[in-house]
């Protein structure tokens, strides 16, 4: 393919470098002339692992050239991948100028390339090229792409994107310093495509890559990108202060880190990575609270574990909150133990819910069929007796009974018994804490609220 890379830092000056490589003739736009001159001289405007042979040799080939000429650059070019720096302001927020410039340039030429290109077509009866795709490879937050990139790029073109122009968002995963290597064995492909033509075109790019392709809508591929730094930047954090507290304790951190890394199931899996509701229960909280107890005794400032149960009281405090939005007043909720399939109370977080809503004069009634007063015993009975001392009234005996009552439903556990009996429609309000089996198709009706969509 004929691929225009705007911008060569570390991300465009990787992908055009790599694309080259692969066989496609790739010309790079860059507005800084320094690093135009450097690559057409063959020379690598970034220091990383390879790329400066790599560099070398497709410039040597011709595949790969560079210029300051945007409307050159999108002329000899069939897709644009941009890849123009997205720093931070100076508040934290995301600079989008380069992008927005970037677009209205590609826009621009785009236009005068239509216009050329129909007066050839009716002096030559000659057929039209194909749509331009253009590619957004820079992180940018959810939403940029389609609520500021493509009305900039529709005014400049003159056209509608998804028909005239493709448009797509194509995060870039590669680590610097081994980003040549891992262009060409990424850890995914994601492509966010307006519509499914701008998505062929950017998996055209990359035919013959290995690695697993997600095709999304835009703002999921831009939100994607997000996801996987904020969560790398907590796992060193995680790592950081862990260690910092065992060394402090005396314990070998990197004995605990390989051990609490083997496991599979629970640790570095899937398990506990989605959204829902908050946690609970007789461990975690209390665990939590006595190691960052433990840290602070020792002087070690643990930022990241010291925050995570005021995070997870804020979550709850959302559910509060959707609640208030409501209106309503009679309120009724599924699930009372702090996970399914026992009986065991101890802070659970539907606990601490159903006492919020209580505390503020909600008219409550609680179904879960695990959990009937007369059956709770011990430690789980004093602690509802403390915790909840009203609970015996707000214990209902069926599903029917708080469907009967509700004017909002709280729905915190997937009990099967609970899933069948709830309604569909504008009444009761569901109020969904657990990401219900059917909460896509629940999601368009007018009487359903995600905690966490
Ligand atoms: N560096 C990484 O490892 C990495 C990894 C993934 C994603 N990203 C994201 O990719 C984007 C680019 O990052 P980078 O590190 O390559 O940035 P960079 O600052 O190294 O390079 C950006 C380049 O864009 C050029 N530029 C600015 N405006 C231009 C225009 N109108 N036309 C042509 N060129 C223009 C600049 O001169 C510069 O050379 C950012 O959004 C970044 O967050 C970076």
Redesign the pocket.
């Known amino acids: 393919m004929r691929v225009s890379v ?9 992908s055009a470098a790599c694309l080259a490589g692969m066989g496609h003739e790739v010309v790079g ?4 002339q320094v ?1 135009v001159d450097l690559v057409n001289d063959g020379k690598a ?2 220091v990383e692992e390879r790329i400066g042979e790599l560099i070398a040799e497709v410039v040597r080939t011709g595949a790969l050239r560079a210029t ?1 000429d ?1 409307r050159e650059a999108v002329m000899d070019s069939d897709i644009s991948l941009v ?5 931070s302001e100076p508040n934290g927020s995301l600079c989008t100028t ?2 927005e ?2 677009t209205e ?1 590609i826009g621009a030429a785009l236009a005068e390339r239509a216009a050329l290109a129909e007066e050839a077509a009716l002096a030559e009866g000659a057929r039209q090229r194909g749509r331009h795709t253009v590619v957004f ?4 937050l959810p939403g940029t792409c389609l609520n500021l990139l493509v009305p900039i790029l529709e005014k400049f073109v003159g056209g509608t994107a998804g028909v005239d122009v493709g448009v797509a968002v194509n ?6 310093g081994t ?1 040549v290597r891992d262009f060409f064995d990424p850890p995914k492909t994601v492509v966010g495509e307006l519509d499914p033509a701008s998505g062929d075109a950017v998996l055209a790019l990359y035919e013959g890559v290995p690695g697993e392709v997600f095709r999304v809508p835009v703002p999921t591929a831009e939100a994607i ?1 997000y996801a996987d ?1 904020a969560f790398h930047g907590l796992k060193i954090g995680f790592a950081n202060e862990l260690g910092a507290v065992c060394q402090a304790l005396g314990v070998d951190s990197h004995q605990v880190m390989d051990v609490f890394l083997a496991d599979r199931k629970l640790n570095i899996s899937p398990a506990y990575l989605r959204p829902g509701f908050a946690f609970g229960g007789s461990c975690l909280p209390k665990d939590l609270r006595s190691l960052v107890h433990a840290a602070q005794r020792a002087d070690v400032s643990v930022p990241i574990l010291s925050h995570v149960l005021p995070s997870n009281s804020d979550h709850l405090q959302r559910a509060v909150e959707l609640v208030e939005r409501t209106g309503k007043r009679r309120a009724g909720l599924f699930g009372l133990s702090f996970k399914p399939g026992t009986d065991d109370l101890r802070e659970s977080p539907l606990v601490e819910l159903a006492e919020r809503l209580f505390g503020k004069g909600y008219d409550l009634k609680i179904y879960d069929a695990n959990v009937s007063l007369s059956r709770l015993l011990g430690a789980n009975r004093e602690y509802i007796e403390n915790r909840l001392p009203h609970l015996a009234q707000l214990l209902a005996d069926s599903v029917e009974e708080v469907l009967d009552h509700a004017e909002v439903c709280l729905v915190g556990t997937r009990d099967p018994a609970v899933l069948a009996a709830l309604p569909h429609g504008e009444a009761p309000v569901i109020i969904d804490l657990v990401h219900l089996p059917d909460a896509d198709a629940r999601r368009a009706e007018p009487g359903y609220v995600g905690l966490a969509w």
Request: charged residues 20%; glycine residues 10%.
């Open positions: 705007f911008g060569l830092g570390y991300v465009g000056c990787v736009v860059d507005v800084n690093k405007p970034v300051a945007v890849c123009v720096g997205t720093p380069y992008l410039r970037v340039q490879r820079s992180t940018m995060p870039e995963f590669l680590r610097e980003s990108k730094n």
